[in-house]
């Protein structure tokens, strides 16, 4: 049997598109191509184009340079006018600056540490250690000069005035992380506009991008009232978790046939003069389902707003609460079964050495609105596990009918339920076509959550 081997050069095609349809790293290139399964050949050369023209050229280097060419060609048109003299100077000084940059330009080695996870809405320290490759001074040197995805902002970039020949400096920058969300940083860029600053010159780490998780901010609760459900479980519990596991003391008797005799107590034994045996009670287990509802409806029309199309505030409130909620309830030695749809239902487990809430943290930093699966859609695949459990916690960002048809049916099942709304306004108040909301639940302000002012449910 004989291989095919692909040429090497549908190898380097294939490399080439793969590099070059995405577009620029250091751009932030629209989401919605990004995201989407078709790639344009045009646009991708268009993105290019522009991104390589602000990472050359400076902001005073596009207005001189389109002052030079207007100058210029005033003069070629009118030779005799002395604005020759001012078009000779504007093409003097861009040489000048272009031959010196280019000697002094810098080539860096460099690496960049950040945080792996930090809290919405907090900042963090970008840590760069930078080492000059060449034996003559790098100057005026700025790190990362381009703009991060929607959701990090610069608040200080990191930069230094002078790197000597062959020298090393740490240098810091400061950033703010306003929205949750998985963030990956592109290679780290050093830029550099020495002299005159119409030019710039840069150094870049390829291959060394790295992850970012902004998890929910959340405020931690003081207390919480759960539903009148079988809050203890003795069946099952060796499957949930394994480590802490062990028998509760309950007391002493009379040693019977067949009893372990490890068990004995041999003080109390001695004492009383005949065998007298600890006893021991199985441990019992305290679960809870938190079900989660991300559904968030595509919008139905062509309305441009300043607020990101991703972004909806009742679903953030809801991730916030949630990390809340999980937050209270595995410190108090609880084991919490998450539900969320998605694109697929998701189940996950946390407390009593199961996930820990820093596991959880990262998985609500990376949930995405779900625009296709509604909440009754857990109905069927995980009804029976939510009745064995016997009570839940249900956040849903809104009400409707849809939504009542699935409390409904929780309640029917015999689980009991405590029901948690974000409400959104008075708009599905005024709805004639929702049914009313149920008199224990609890409403609660999407604004108040994520300010934190949520602090006993």
Not at 197 to 226: D, M, Q, T
Not at 311 to 339: C, H, P, Q
Not at 421 to 427: C, L, M, P, Q, V
Request: glycine share 6%.
């Amino acid at each position: 049997m004989t291989m095919k081997h692909e040429p090497k050069h549908d190898r380097f095609l294939d490399r080439f598109w793969r590099v070059f349809l995405p577009g620029p790293e250091w751009l932030n290139t629209p989401d919605i191509y990004l995201y989407s399964n078709y790639r344009s050949s045009s646009f991708a050369l268009f993105c290019w184009i522009y991104g390589l023209l602000i990472r050359k050229l400076t902001v005073p280097g596009y207005l001189v340079g389109a002052v030079a060419i207007g100058v210029t060609g005033y003069s070629l048109l009118i030779p005799e006018t002395l604005v020759r003299y001012l078009a000779l100077a504007l093409i003097a000084t861009f040489i000048i600056d272009f031959t010196v940059g280019w000697i002094f330009r810098p080539r860096l080695i460099i690496t960049r540490q950040t945080p792996e996870r930090v809290r919405a809405g907090s900042e963090l320290d970008a840590t760069y250690q930078i080492e000059n490759r060449r034996h003559y001074p790098a100057w005026d040197i700025i790190m990362d000069p381009f703009r991060m995805k929607k959701g990090l902002i610069w608040l200080e970039h990191a930069g230094s005035a002078a790197l000597t020949g062959e020298g090393r400096q740490h240098i810091t920058g400061r950033l703010q992380a306003e929205r949750r969300g998985k963030y990956t940083f592109y290679s780290p860029i050093a830029e550099s506009a020495f002299p005159l600053g119409f030019f710039k010159w840069s150094s870049r780490a390829r291959h060394e991008s790295s992850n970012l998780l902004v998890y929910p901010n959340f405020a931690p609760l003081n207390s919480l009232s759960l539903p009148e459900g079988k809050k203890y479980q003795r069946e099952g519990s060796s499957r949930v978790s394994k480590v802490g596991e062990s028998m509760d003391f309950f007391g002493c008797r009379d040693f019977r046939t067949g009893d372990d005799p490890r068990h004995i107590h041999w003080p109390s034994s001695a004492r009383l003069g005949e065998l007298i045996i600890r006893e021991y009670q199985e441990e019992y287990l305290s679960r809870v389902a938190l079900i989660v509802d991300t559904y968030v409806p595509n919008l139905k029309s062509f309305r441009v707003g300043l607020t990101p199309k991703d972004y909806n505030e009742e679903l953030e409130a809801a991730l916030s609460l949630t990390a809340a909620l999980v937050d209270f309830l595995t410190r108090d030695e609880y084991v919490v079964d998450i539900f969320a749809a998605g694109g697929e239902v998701f189940h996950f487990q946390a407390g009593r050495s199961l996930a820990c809430l820093e596991s959880i943290l990262d998985i609500l930093a990376c949930i995405e609105p779900n625009h296709g699966m509604t909440v009754d859609a857990l109905i069927t695949p995980v009804l029976s596990e939510i009745q064995s459990i016997g009570n839940c916690l249900v956040i849903l960002p809104c009400w409707d009918n849809a939504r009542h048809k699935f409390i409904m049916t929780l309640r029917e099942c015999g689980i009991a339920v405590k029901l948690i709304i974000i409400d959104e306004g008075e708009k599905w108040r005024r709805s004639k076509e929702t049914v009313p909301v149920p008199a224990d639940a609890l409403v609660l302000n999407a604004a108040d959550i994520l300010a934190g002012k949520v602090r006993n449910m």
